[in-house]
């Protein structure tokens, strides 16, 4: 299943001054999004535009100044550029016949920051000799056009599109399942419980059972064992909640597979592989350490706050010591991020999957490690390793890098 919608898609135009990059985004957007001129150093910050582009659907696109060598590359406009660096979806590296060291720079820049990218070979009107910068792009997506005379244009839409990475949709639990199995939900009803309902993922969960033909027992922590001894048959899964989950794994036999709502979440809403990878990082904190507790939406705390209150708690308990925490909270990623050696996220809720695997990236990009609430609770309770079990991949990762038997 490929979703194309959720999110806008962030484009970032590269190349030297004066070669073309805000003429070819005006062509390919049909509109006058950026100053051009024939004096090089025209765009001198980056320029952000939302906008359709049919047929890759709502972008943002974003215009890069120029820079003619790896040598003028200032200190201030490669934080510039890898701000942008960090948030795109896809690159477009705009060439002319002036290719050198620059243009390797930035190549080896997308491939190490893990961004998709396509070479643009402009001014083709203009005839210039084009092997030699072919030879170099040949085992690249790459497009000769002419923002001049729009030349190659729709091509370089589509090959844009094309390259794009698809994000596929990863549902709750309907595939750890067969239909005419049994899932178990472990549902408490305490003073954190919504008044008269239940919560989205215990909903989405009975509601994936059922789309699957599958049979939902749904329970509260202490009608747990009596519930298993009821049933003729094991589930075939028990959910339960992360916060009691060190209690239940007690009642639940070690050859029915187990996991948490949040684990389930972190693989439905973002990318449980890179927030188990994440968790390794908690075994490198020390008491001078600093972790960013990152919040998508500003909720008022709890008293007993997950994010703010019983992570820290856990954590600093676990390192043994005073490590800096900061909340940060909000839907735009945080820019400041300097010396952070962990983020842990909340459970993104209010995201889309896009959204948050948008914010794994970059934090990746950034070179910081990122967990989420739900894989750091079971980490700290020593029960990760069997909440990973109903996931071979990232249960074999975890084992792996955290040499667990
Ligand atoms: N012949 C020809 N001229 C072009 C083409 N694309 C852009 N130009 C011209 O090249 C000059 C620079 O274009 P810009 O789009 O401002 O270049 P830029 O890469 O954004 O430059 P900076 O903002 O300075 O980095 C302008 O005079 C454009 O008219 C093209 O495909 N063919
Ligand atoms: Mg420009």
């Known amino acids: 299943m490929l979703t194309t919608g959720g999110y806008r898609k962030y484009l970032g135009f590269f190349g030297k001054r004066n070669v073309g990059k805000s003429s070819l985004i005006n062509v390919l957007v049909g509109q006058d999004v950026s100053i051009v001129s024939e004096y090089p150093g025209t765009t001198t910050d980056p320029v952000y535009k939302s906008l359709e582009i049919h047929p890759i659907g709502p972008v943002t696109v974003v215009d890069t100044p120029g820079v003619d060598d790896v040598g003028e590359l ?117 003073l954190g419980a919504p008044r008269g309902r239940l919560i989205m993922p215990q909903v989405e969960a009975i509601r994936e059972t059922l789309d699957r033909e599958a049979i939902c027992v749904v329970v509260k922590e202490r009608e747990l064992k009596w519930a298993l001894e009821k049933l003729k048959e094991p589930p075939a899964l028990v959910v339960a909640d992360s916060h009691l989950i060190s209690r239940i794994a007690a009642d639940v036999p070690e050859e029915i597979p187990l996991t948490t709502f949040s684990i389930l979440e972190a693989r439905h809403k973002g990318d449980l592989i890179e927030l188990v990878k994440g968790v390794k990082q908690i075994e490198k904190l020390t008491p001078e350490s600093k972790v960013v507790i990152m919040e998508a939406c500003s909720h008022v705390p709890l008293v007993e706050d997950i994010g703010r209150v019983k992570i820290p708690r856990w954590l600093t308990n676990h390192v043994g010591g005073g490590i800096e925490f900061e909340v940060k909270s909000g839907k735009e990623f945080p820019k400041d991020l300097d010396n952070v050696d962990l983020i842990i996220h909340c459970g993104g809720c209010t995201l889309t999957r896009a959204m948050m695997l948008r914010r794994i990236r970059e934090a990746k990009r950034r070179g910081i490690s990122i967990s989420n609430y739900g894989v750091v609770i079971s980490y700290l309770h020593g029960i990760l390793e069997r909440v990973l079990r109903p996931f071979p991949e990232a249960h074999q990762i975890f084992v792996e890098e955290n040499a667990v038997m």
């Not at 060291?101 to 396509?118: A, G, N, Q, R």
């Not at 084009?130 to 005379?149: C, D, F, G, I, M």
Request: charge should be negative; aromatic fraction near 6%.
């Open 74 to 190: 200032g200190e201030l406009r490669v934080k510039k550029a890898k701000e942008v660096l960090y948030k795109i979806d896809l690159a477009v590296l705009v060439v002319d016949e002036r290719w050198d060291d620059y243009e390797e720079w930035l190549i080896s820049t997308f491939k190490k920051m893990d961004i998709p990218f396509v070479v643009a070979l402009n001014k083709v009107d203009n005839c210039w000799d084009t092997s030699k910068v072919l030879e170099r792009v040949k085992n690249y997506p790459h497009q000769s056009v002419s923002a001049k005379t729009g030349e190659g244009v729709e091509k370089l839409r589509e090959l844009i599109t094309n390259t794009l990475p698809k994000e596929e949709d990863i549902p709750l639990l309907s595939d750890l399942i067969d239909g005419g199995e049994i899932v178990l939900l472990v549902v408490p009803i305490d």
